[in-house]
């Protein structure tokens, strides 16, 4: 298993942008696939975007959010731009072994580490 800690979450306006970073321990980041979930009050945890051999977005953050690795840094990055009322959610990401060629979302049990989350509020 790996540990991960989420930073870099927020208050923005709507329009704005912030970027998010998941950092790993270990030394063997560059061989887990990486995910981006989110909760949003009052509901489940949805999907947002993964990284491995392919990147894939939700299609409710596709060309407002790009999804990066550092491997040398053992990070992941969720930039967000357009930010809009309804991406307000506290964002997790997930890690899982494995070079995935990720071309639908991946469900949430595919990952087995987990950060804690971090709180993204977007004002209108």
């Known amino acids: 298993q790996v540990q991960l800690v989420e930073s870099g979450g927020g208050l923005v306006q709507a329009g704005g942008s912030l970027t998010l970073s998941c950092a790993a321990s270990g030394r063997t980041f560059s061989s887990y696939a990486m995910g981006w979930f989110r909760q949003a009050p009052g509901k489940g945890r949805e999907f947002v975007a993964a990284?491995?051999?392919?990147?894939y977005y939700a299609d409710s953050v596709k060309g407002r959010f790009t999804v990066s690795r550092d491997n040398a840094k053992s990070t992941v990055y969720l930039q967000m731009n357009s930010l809009k009322p309804e991406d307000t959610a506290v964002y997790y990401c997930?890690?899982?072994?494995?070079?995935?060629?990720?071309?639908?979302?991946?469900?949430?049990?595919?990952?087995?580490?987990w950060g804690q989350g971090t709180q993204v509020t977007v004002s209108s």
């Open positions: 990284i491995s051999a392919t990147r």
């Open positions: 997930a890690a899982r072994q494995g070079y995935i060629y990720y071309n639908s979302a991946p469900p949430q049990a595919d990952f087995g580490s």
